[in-house]
């Protein structure tokens, strides 16, 4: 039943204007600029298409945009077919320590991404211990993980995840007897599997598939670090701007358009077939895990720990490398906590700019995130409808892109912001809310309206019944919240990239830096770190939830 | 300090559809007073009117003399009990029963005096300090009861409180409700769509349908003097046939079938010519069924349920037609079916309604507003 008198004005009225304000402030008006930026180029005050004859007249220019689309959905094909069974055999077959897998299986989508790219080079980059060890012992060449390999490995381990845990949702959610009519009525096996189960995940692969694309497509550590030669959009986003020879803020602008337009079209396309597909269900009695016998539990055993090997392997060795000794650059024989030394003495500060800047942009992340979670939900009006759309913008603008539109906008009087901790905390903020805000909307689906109206029949007003009554009852999803956006705000760096100055360095750029610089004891210590913090506060969401699982 | 309720010419609308064209009556001080229609027919909405969290299109609520329309719920002095509780998971009972006494600013120690009172009226007290997720159905209800009653509201609402109850706890419920609502002695305007909980509870019935008011009158008055054909097939079972009323010098009398009639003295036709068409609605129990006797209507048993108290038997009448039809059970065989047998009416007891209009033509029926 529609509530007439939610409907009418008070407090929240004016929260709701507020936040349209900062939006359009930090993100509407920052992304026009950068629209205004991509069509100069020409004569003086001009507009002109210019940048985009140059970007699509040159192979190096629009090959960057194939190479992007290689990558994407190279990716996305790779990590839907790797998670699918992996998420059937989590759920149907008995796996021995199945808790503390998917546990790990979370850490592992939860690392910073371009850790694993450059835990891959350790391994088998050119001086890698895989590759050294190949040419020498056995003289055989281990294929080259540069370039499109290396990038398509990296990402699918990363990525991959993602969509398991959406699959996890998917499956928990098909009641048993759905898989019993089937059997009942002939269909076993693989057909059962064919006709039945993958129809009933279609909608969730599709929903995976997207975030995967997203993230795909802008991420820019990983072909920055893995990819050399193999220049990706955000890559070249990132080169045009920064370029060491007076980078050209217009291009770097107008490829962004096209990457924007490009994952806003995904999107689209995403969205209107998935609504054709959509149903929903919910399981009374979930599918039960069975034990298998033979070959076949051998197998999907050696599945699930091959891809976790995979996945962590390469992450482990680099907290192995962490406590090698190193002689200046390189590592020498014998242990040491020279590193982690090295590391505090030397980019000391991006630890201390990590938590500072990541605290205070959960903080904020997490009100506004309660805030907007909360009018979308119950006071929908156009005005909430329109912010629930601003909001989920930053899901399909990159992150670097997101970084050269807030530098563009703040970079000069009267709003000086370049440079400023500010900015960085301002990008952390919208880049993370898309996903928080979804998680606290959930929660307030969760919480009857009879109860917030329980509360007002009693005489609370409408901002003491959300403090004593709404806010509570959301309190369980709000720290989770916290937790994740903290999580993922720590290990961001696209934006950061673009955004820091050597005041505001954070460990990601910090390991980054150290990386591009060949200090790899640093690097490694630093990563060890990051990822300890990573897992330390996953362990906390785990246990303040009583969860075996993530929303993102 | 109770109040009484008056609407005014009340009107509804979703966007541009009138979902209550315009109600007019009143709730008496202290009375219990019951919404009762089938779902869809507005009983709610106009409950969530009264409390505020519906909006008033058009027209009049008003508490005594006080028109409520622009007033804030929190300011309303209402107590509400909803159809899911919704307490406050995260508060203890204690808790959510002073909820209201905190928002009133009164002193610590009388809120304690007044929620130790109200747990002991609705009998909860050795829950006190138990989480709401540790309580039954039953027990979540007298919360939610204690919980509006405490701040002693102008009106107690209570939108289908039972509803989520199994059976037999929900006669206890509605037996407890009453009680309290009388220890209290506070105005109560109730929603259910259960007619036999209606008739337990209430002081005073409105039947509603489709965002009007059929009739407002005492449980007895609707059952057995309905206004109309929906009021008297809503309430309770009924057989509904059509047959003629011959009219003879003012006379009237009811043509059940070729042999069978019955005069009908307290009926009002206002018409000229000789024969009426009109809609009789009896009652199970209106019947008497009778298989030595060769006077009544023609009818053959079809099927027959024994219920204990009573024996149901479904006939079908020589016209076709098929009724339902209740006799106390007796020792002794019951009819079998495909019996021949009569069946004669209790003609004080039925109803007669116009046939286009079917407004009840019975002499002294009121529509009650």
Redesign the interface.
Known sequence: MVSNWAKKRDVWSLITLGIIVLYTFVLVLPLFTLLKASFTGGEEGKLSIEYFLKFFGKKYYYGALFNSLKVTIAVTIAAVVIATPLAYIMTTIKIKGKVYLQILILISSMAPPFLGAYSWILLMGRNGVITNFMSNIFHINTPDIYGFTGILVVLTLQLTPLVYMFLMGAFKSIDSSLLEAAESMGYTGIKKLVKVVMPLIVPTLLAGSLLVFMRALADFGTPMLIGEGYQTLPVLIFNEFISEMGGDDGFAAAISVIVIILALSIFLLQKYVSNRKSFSMSALRPIKEKQEKGLKNVLANLYVYGFLALAFLPQLYVVYTAFLKTSGRVFVKGYSLDSFKMAFSRVGDSIYNTFLLGIIAMIFVVIIAILIGYVTVRRRNAATNGLDIISMIPYIVPGSVLGIALLLTFNSKPILLSGTATILIISFVIRRLPYTIRSSAAMVHQISPSVEEASASLGASNMKTFIKITLPMMLPGVISGAILSWVTIISELSTSIILYTARTKTMTIAIYTEVIRGNYGIAAALSTMLMIITIISLLLFFKLTGKKEVAI | MSISINFKNVIKK?NDITVIPGLSFAIKKGEFFTLLGPSGCGK??LL?MV?????IEGGEISFDDKVINDI?????????V???Y?????LTVKKNVA??LS??KLAKEEIEKRVSEILDVVQIKQFADRMPENLSGGQQQRV?LA??VV?EPSVL?MDEPLSNLDAKLRVDMRNAIKEIQRKVGITTVYVTHDQEEAMAVSDRIAVMNLGTIQQIGTPQSIYQRPTNLFVASFIGRTNVIERDIRIDNGKCTLMLDGQHVVDIPNIIIQTASQNVRVKVSIRPEEFIIDTASSEGIEATVLDHIFLGLNNHYFAELVSGEKVEVIQESTIGDTINPGTKVRLRIKKEKINIFDYDSEVNLIEGVSHGF
């Open positions: 979703y709610t909405t969530r409390a505020g969290f519906n909006s804030a719920p929190q300011h309303r002095n209402i107590g509400m909803f159809q899911n919704a307490i406050f998971p995260h909820f209201g928002n009133r939610a919980r509006a701040i609402l």
